[in-house]
């Protein structure tokens, strides 16, 4: 059981280039999760997404695009990167049995992005 | 909206030590509470989670916390500290939405001395 991947682990970008972080999950969860952490600001929730091919805004959407096209792969895009979308994403998953996100998420090692 | 704080960005103690890592929410009584940890370059992880019944709850390496109501809090502690607790804590609360999503605490790191 490999948990959730995420990949790439880093990735150095310049300003205006898109790219796409890929998060896979073997777990048969329903709820998938994209978090971005800034330090002193905790997580906070980018997208989610409560099966596959549903996908949901969360709290600092802007400059993100995802897709949930199978339920084991949540991808998050970035379509023109910039300086401040410099930071460290991760992905998670959950059951979703509660019919609401208070099941125990489980979390991916994180990507490091930096945006010059 | 629901809010969650932690005092404290970051707490030191020594080895052996009481550990006690604070947590307050909104006056809105979640119905879950959270503290997941998260240990250098990993992601978060799991430590305890509050549901209903019993305040107190206990949960990984031998830490817990106790749900207050009337203080609207959920400290974390545990006591005696090991090295290898030497992480970052947080606290999380639903968001208060329809869907139930987690808002986290800024987080604080613990730093264990020997």
């Known amino acids: 059981n490999a948990g959730v991947t995420q990949t790439p682990k880093f990735r150095v970008l310049k300003t205006g280039q898109s790219m796409t972080l890929l998060c896979a999950q073997d777990m048969n969860h329903e709820y998938m999760y994209w978090y971005r952490q800034d330090p002193g600001m905790g997580l906070r929730l980018i997208h989610y997404s409560v099966g596959e091919g549903t996908t949901a805004k969360g709290e600092v959407p802007d400059g993100y695009n995802v897709s949930r096209l199978k339920k084991q792969n949540f991808l998050l895009g970035l379509e023109s990167a910039a300086p401040s979308q410099t930071s460290v994403y991760f992905c998670?998953?959950?059951?979703?049995?509660?019919?609401?996100?208070?099941?125990?998420?489980?979390f991916g090692p994180g990507t490091r992005l930096t945006v010059t | 909206a629901q809010s969650v704080t932690q005092l404290g960005s970051h707490v030191s103690v020594s080895e052996g030590a009481l550990v006690l890592l604070r947590c307050n929410y909104s006056s809105s009584v979640p119905p879950y509470l959270f503290w997941y940890v998260q240990y250098p370059n990993q992601g978060l992880q799991l430590l305890l989670k509050?549901?209903?019944?019993?305040?107190l709850v206990k949960g990984i390496n031998g830490f817990e916390a106790e749900f207050k109501k009337s203080e609207t809090s959920f400290h974390l502690t545990k006591p005696s500290a090991h090295m290898s607790d030497a992480a970052e804590y947080f606290c999380a609360v639903p968001d208060g939405g329809s869907q139930g999503n987690l808002i986290f605490g800024k987080g604080t790191k613990l730093s264990v001395k020997p």
């Open positions: 509050y549901t209903t019944g019993a305040t």
């Open positions: 998670a998953s959950s059951y979703g049995a509660s019919g609401r996100g208070w099941d125990e998420q489980y």
